[in-house]
C-alpha cells in the first residue's frame, strides 16, 4: 500500500535535490554570527524553505511561492515521520468537540516538529477530499511570530493554508487573508483570492486542528507497537559528522494508534447504556465530549497552559449519573 507522505519526500526531494542537506546547515547556523535564532519547537522556518527554493534570488513565480509551505512541512516531517492513525469512533468524536477558544501554549505540546494525520474518506475542506494532513508550527524571525501551518494532502495533491495565531479560529483566518493581501506576499498565495469566504474556511479547519490538539493533550492515548507513548515533545537529536550535524531520518515512517483504548471503552460504555436502559427512570444520554484547558507548575513559578480533551459521557445508566472512561497505562 502507498504511503502518502513519502511519496511526496520522493517528489520533492528530486525536485530540489540537496534540500534535505541545506536544512541541515541552516540548523547548525541557527543563531550564529548573523543567522538568527529560533525557538526549539520549529525544525526551521519557512524563510530557509524560501531560501533553497528561490536560491537565494527575489523569485516571483507561483509555483515557487506555492512550494514554500509544502517543502517547509515535508523537511520537519522527515526526520520522524510519524504517521497518527485516530480510532474511529474517537476521530469522529473530536471532529465534533467544538473549540471556543485557541491557546497558543498547548500547541508546543506538538509531540514531533510535523505531524501527519490520516484522515477518513468523508473529510473534506473546501470541498475538496482529504486523505490527511501534515501540521507544524512556524515562527516568523522577522516578526518573532507563531503560525499554525497546515498542509493539506488532498486528491489534488499538496496545499499550504497558513494561519496567523488568534484566539477565535475565524478571526485568525480573517486576519491571515487580510495580511496576504495587504502585503502581496509570495508566503501566503494560496489563500489569497477574492472569493475566499472565511466562516467555511473555520468549519472545514475546526476538525483538523480539534485532532491536533488531541495529540498536544495530557491525556491523549496513543500507542505505538502497543506502548503507551507519554505526552510532550519527542524532537529527535541529530548525529555528529564531518559536515556538522545532520539528521538522518527513520529506516520508514512510525505508526501510532490514537484513542484505540478510549475508543473500545466509550463502544463499551455506549453499548451498555443503551441497551440496559428501563422506562423505570430518565432515558439514557450523552454528554458531549469538550477541552478542559488548565495551568500545570507550581505556583510560585511561570505556569504553563495545558489542555486535556473529556470525552462523551453516558448519563442516567442503571441508576448512575455518569460513566467515565478510563485509560489505563499500557506497560
Known sequence: MEIRPLKYLVEYRDKYPDCWKHFDQFRNDRGISDWPDWPNWCFCPLAGAYAIISKGSMAQELHFA???????????????QGIYRFDKDVFSSL????????????????????????APLFIKF??????????????????NTTELRFVLDSVNGL?????????????????????SKSNNTVFFPEI???????????????????????????????????????????????KKTKQGCRYFPPKKPLFYEVG?????????????????????????????????TFLAGPRNSVRERRIKWLPPISVAVNGTDEIIPKILNVD
Open 126 to 143: 473546501l470541498g475538496c477530499q482529504i486523505f490527511g494532513f501534515f501540521f507544524h508550527l512556524e515562527y516568523d524571525v522577522n516578526k
Open 159 to 179: 496545499s499550504a493554508v497558513p494561519l496567523h495565531f488568534k484566539e477565535s479560529l475565524v478571526e485568525a483566518i480573517h486576519d491571515t487573508y487580510e495580511t
Open 66 to 80: 506555492l512550494d514554500v509551505g509544502k517543502l517547509g512541512a515535508l523537511a520537519a516531517w522527515r526526520v520522524s
Open 260 to 292: 484505540f483504548n478510549i475508543g473500545k471503552s466509550l463502544r463499551n460504555q455506549f453499548s451498555d447504556s443503551f441497551n440496559s436502559y428501563s422506562h423505570s427512570g430518565p432515558r439514557p444520554h450523552i454528554r458531549r465530549a469538550h477541552w478542559h
Open 192 to 238: 489569497s483570492l477574492p472569493d475566499i469566504v472565511a466562516d467555511e474556511q473555520a468549519r472545514d479547519l475546526m476538525p483538523l486542528l480539534s485532532l491536533v490538539l488531541y495529540l498536544c493533550s495530557e491525556n491523549q492515548d496513543t500507542l505505538s507497537n502497543n506502548k503507551q507513548i507519554q505526552p510532550g515533545n519527542r524532537f529527535p537529536a541529530p
Open 95 to 118: 471532529i465534533n468537540t467544538e473549540i471556543n477558544k485557541l491557546s497558543l501554549e498547548v500547541f508546543y505540546r506538538l509531540p514531533e516538529w510535523c505531524v501527519y494525520i490520516e
